[in-house]
């Protein structure tokens, strides 16, 4: 392993705001990249050796919005996006476009690092397949909130985010129904397609990535007519 600092690509076309961050970022021991245009920092990552993304979402040319997904396409990189715009969050973390997490503009330099190292310890772990610090819940199954990831046992299951999401919503509250509105509302499925349909779509997903896990093919997710899905934690 390399002691050097982390390079951190920053897309801002806001060159006081790039320059803020830029500043701060090094002084907390990150080796800062700036660029001011989407396909500048597609260019800039194709090159490689970057630890993580900060992008801002409005960028002349290629969009904060079409960069992010675009690396998505091959790259796993932590992307934190930087919006002024609170309406778009759903979607900037949904399935479509997949960040990893958000800063609202304005903020604090302070915060940004946070959730930079949260983001960095969670891709570093995911690599190393190591849980972060893991919260007990039901039937055996367990909480990485850092690595946002769900253990049964000792096995982390390979979750996409929203799956993530709704089987931390569901296991942290066995027996409780949770409508699909509620979990459309609060897992940040993408917003654009806010049917009970994306719901079911990931249940049905979560429910085949759970079958060849819990013994005796109990069925973890109930679904309870007319209302939505329950917990029922294996014995
Ligand atoms: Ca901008």
Redo the contacts with the bound molecule.
């Keep these: 392993m390399t002691d050097a600092p982390r390079k951190i690509l920053i897309a801002?076309?806001?060159a006081k705001i790039a320059a803020l961050l830029a500043d701060y970022l090094r002084s907390s021991g990150f080796d800062p990249v700036c660029v001011d245009n989407g396909q500048e920092a597609l260019h800039r990552l194709q090159g490689g050796a970057f630890s993580a993304l900060l992008l801002?979402?409005?960028?002349p040319g290629v969009d904060g919005i079409e960069v992010c997904r675009q690396v998505r396409q091959y790259s796993s990189l932590p992307i934190l996006m930087i919006t002024a715009r609170v309406e778009e969050i759903d979607r900037l973390l949904g399935l479509e476009i997949g960040a990893d997490d958000y800063i609202c503009k304005p903020f604090s330099p302070r915060e940004v690092v946070a959730r930079l190292r949260a983001q960095l310890r969670r891709a570093e772990g995911r690599l190393a397949g190591l849980p972060g610090q893991l919260t007990a819940a039901s039937g055996g199954f367990a909480i990485d909130e850092v690595g946002k990831r769900v253990f049964f046992g000792d096995q982390p299951l390979n979750l996409t985010q929203v799956e993530y999401r709704l089987l931390r919503a569901l296991v942290s509250q066995p027996g409780r129904v949770f409508s699909r509105d509620h979990l459309l509302d609060h897992v940040h499925i993408d917003n654009r397609d806010t049917s009970d349909r994306a719901v079911d779509s990931h249940i049905k997903n979560l429910r085949r990535k759970l079958q060849g896990l819990v013994p005796s093919g109990h069925e973890c997710i109930g679904a309870v007519y007319g209302v939505g899905y329950r917990f029922d934690p294996p014995e």
Aim: charged residues 55%; negative net charge.
């Design positions: 801002e076309d806001e801002d979402l409005m960028l």
